[in-house]
Antibody, heavy 121, light 110 residues
Framework: QLQLQESGPGLVKPSETLSLTCTVS??????????WGWIRQPPGKGLEWIAT???????YYNPSLKSRITSSVDTTKNHFSLRLGSITAADTAVYYC?????????????WGQGTLVTVSS | QSVLTQPPSVSAAPGQKVTISCSGV????????ASWYQQLPGTAPKLVIY???KRPSGIPDRFSGSRSGTSATLDITGLQTGDEADYYC???????????FGGGTKLTVL
């Protein structure tokens, strides 16, 4: 059974870089049928798409965040990661990692439980 | 400001039907599939409709979806108190090369 588990620092200082990792079990991150992704949700607010990542292929980033984002895939650890630079309070949110439906760029079918990231000095 | 537009809230009595709309433009809903997500309080969102009108395994047929022009719709019939949740629509935007969501609709089952 597919499981996704986010890990992150919990608390990040303004201007620092946020690093998040999504560990996947029950499927291979290098499976060419699937896109993987990140979505966030500020407290009390709606969903915001961050990125869709494809192992060995194109990745897509939210245009408003693109200049601050880097992503990577580690097939040896079966996880993928997101780094978001120049963090501000507006980046405080629950961050979810996702796996999309087969062949779909934008249909997150499986979600991790989410990890809350708070930006504060 | 979300790219896709949803009503902030809808409500209906148990057993009744509710419709949630999602309005976009030609580059997202107008040319790409819509999907719908249910988020119960304190939990991660769950996919309930994909490719406009398909249900994942385990989603009851009380949930249905459709798309016409630049709008998509989620219908829920036979409302139950357990359906109380926030519902979000999502789609790919070909012009932005980005995923987009609606702002979410809070469903209250009176």
């Amino acid at each position: 059974q597919l499981q996704l588990q986010e890990s992150g620092p919990g608390l990040v200082k303004p201007s620092e870089t946020l690093s998040l990792t999504c560990t996947v079990s029950g499927d291979s991150i290098s499976d060419s049928n699937y896109y993987w992704g990140w979505i966030r949700q500020p407290p009390g607010k709606g969903l915001e798409w961050i990125a869709t990542i494809f192992y060995g292929g194109n990745s897509y980033y939210n245009p408003s965040l693109k200049s601050r984002i880097t992503s990577s895939v580690d097939t040896t650890k079966n996880h993928f990661s997101l780094r978001l630079g120049s963090i501000t309070a507006a980046d405080t949110a629950v961050y979810y990692c996702t796996r999309h439906l087969s062949g779909s760029i934008m249909t997150p079918a499986y979600w991790g439980q989410g990890t809350l990231v708070t930006v504060s000095s | 400001q979300s790219v896709l537009t949803q009503p902030p809230s809808v409500s209906a009595a148990p057993g009744q039907k509710v419709t949630i709309s999602c309005s976009g433009v030609s580059s997202n809903i107008g040319s790409n599939y819509a999907s719908w997500y249910q988020q119960l309080p304190g939990t991660a969102p769950k996919l309930v409709i994909y490719e406009d009108n398909k249900r994942p395994s385990g989603i009851p047929d009380r949930f249905s979806g459709s798309r016409s022009g630049t709008s998509a719709t989620l219908d829920i019939t036979g409302l139950q108190t357990g359906d109380e949740a926030d519902y979000y629509c999502g789609a790919w935007d070909s012009s932005l090369s980005a995923g987009v969501f609606g702002g979410g609709t809070k469903l209250t089952v009176l």
